[in-house]
């Protein structure tokens, strides 16, 4: 659609709706402004982008409701799991004034290739994993290159382990690798209630996406974690009820239970994609977090660890310092940035 080429008069139109787009925000901004100058708007106080519709969000207040906001012009590109600074309205909603320092934030490519921020402070990535779909051999290790390329903590979820033969067969051992990495690693099913006990743990106090491959599973643990959410999703804003927003941007859940007393998901279907974003060379190297001893140990300062003598990650592979699958995997993976 982008890609056709408009008509002059076309062209017009659409410049002619972007400005009057453009006004509306100028005035409103303007009456915020005066309103806010007249006291109109309550104290400033704390609160979290829960999700995003526009220039729409909904902010949940420090009693955990969700409020309807409107942004000032001043404030854009806000997402979800931002921490804002709002101020009440006298008709129930309110506008955001501030956005704090983000801890972390989540980015995707979007249609024209540019990455963009789709979620903040977000303080781990749980890469669910399954011994079916089986994962391609380097898939975790992509997961967790991408993981580190953005500093939010990645963790190894291996659902579905009612299907894993006794001991935990291949998937059990791969395993064993990472966590002697220094990767948590916790091991669900979603086919017995004791399964997701250690998953709980993972997640109080804290803010967490998950992101995997189709089919491993992790609409099942979403819904295990997140009983009640059908309610909850009904609750929103009346912009979105009247059908502006897509589910596609992403949302942020409380976890209130027994379980669980205080822990968020952000969750969207293109989150979920997340991992198979470009990566460059020096990324894929840094994500490697075994390799970080070695590197800069090697004879040639330019050394790409193929096969120059005196190279210290080569050396490691030789002996055992770092595993030589976990290499190879380096190895295809560099090798498929090229292709
Ligand atoms: N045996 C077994 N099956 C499971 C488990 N968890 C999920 N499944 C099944 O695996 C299939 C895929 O689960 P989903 O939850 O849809 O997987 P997903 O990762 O959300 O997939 P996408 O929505 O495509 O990203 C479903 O048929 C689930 O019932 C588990 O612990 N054990
Ligand atoms: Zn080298």
Redesign the pocket.
């Known amino acids: 659609m982008s890609k056709r080429k408009l008509s002059r008069q076309q062209r017009w139109r659409v410049e002619k709706v972007q400005a009057e787009r453009a006004q509306r925000a100028e005035k409103r901004d303007v009456q915020d402004a005066e309103k806010l100058a007249a006291g109109e708007y309550g104290a400033e106080q704390p609160g979290r982008v829960m999700a995003h519709f526009g220039r729409t969000l909904e902010v949940r207040n420090a009693d955990g409701m969700p409020v309807r906001c409107h942004l000032r012009a001043n404030l854009d590109g806000l997402v979800t799991g931002d921490r804002v600074i709002w101020r009440a309205g006298q008709d129930g909603s309110g506008v955001v004034v501030a956005r704090e320092e983000r801890d972390s934030v989540l980015k995707r490519p979007d249609s024209r290739g540019l990455l963009k921020p789709v979620a903040a402070n977000i303080d781990q990535l749980l890469i669910?994993f399954?011994a079916?779909p089986a994962p391609h051999p380097n898939l975790i290790d992509r997961y967790l290159v991408a993981a580190e390329a953005t500093d939010i903590a990645p963790v190894l979820v291996l659902?579905?382990?009612?299907?894993l033969p006794e001991g935990g067969g291949e998937l059990g051992t791969l395993l064993e690798r990472y966590h002697a990495l220094g990767y948590p690693v916790i091991r669900?099913?979603?086919?017995s209630d004791a399964?997701l006990d250690a998953l709980r743990q993972q997640l109080e106090g804290r803010t967490s996406v998950?992101v995997?491959?189709?089919?491993?599973?992790?609409?099942?643990?979403?819904?295990l974690l997140l009983p009640d959410e059908t309610l909850r999703i009904g609750a929103l804003s009346e912009d979105s009820r009247k059908g502006t927003h897509t589910t596609t941007t992403a949302r942020l859940y409380a976890m209130r239970s027994d379980e669980v007393t205080n822990g968020e998901l952000i969750d969207s279907?293109g989150i979920?994609e997340f991992g198979l974003i470009h990566l460059d060379e020096q990324d894929v190297t840094d994500g490697f977090i075994e390799f970080r001893p070695f590197i800069g140990h090697c004879r040639f300062r330019d050394c790409r660890h193929r096969n120059e003598p005196g190279c210290a990650l080569l050396n490691a592979v030789e002996t055992g310092k770092i595993h030589q699958q976990r290499f190879a995997s380096y190895r295809r993976i560099l090798d498929s940035l090229e292709a």
């Not at 659902?159 to 299907?163: G, I």
């Not at 995997?212 to 819904?223: E, F, N, R, T």
């Open positions: 669910v399954a079916e659902n579905k382990t009612d299907l669900t099913t979603t086919a399964g998950f995997g491959q189709s089919g491993v599973g992790k609409s099942s643990l979403i819904d279907p979920r």
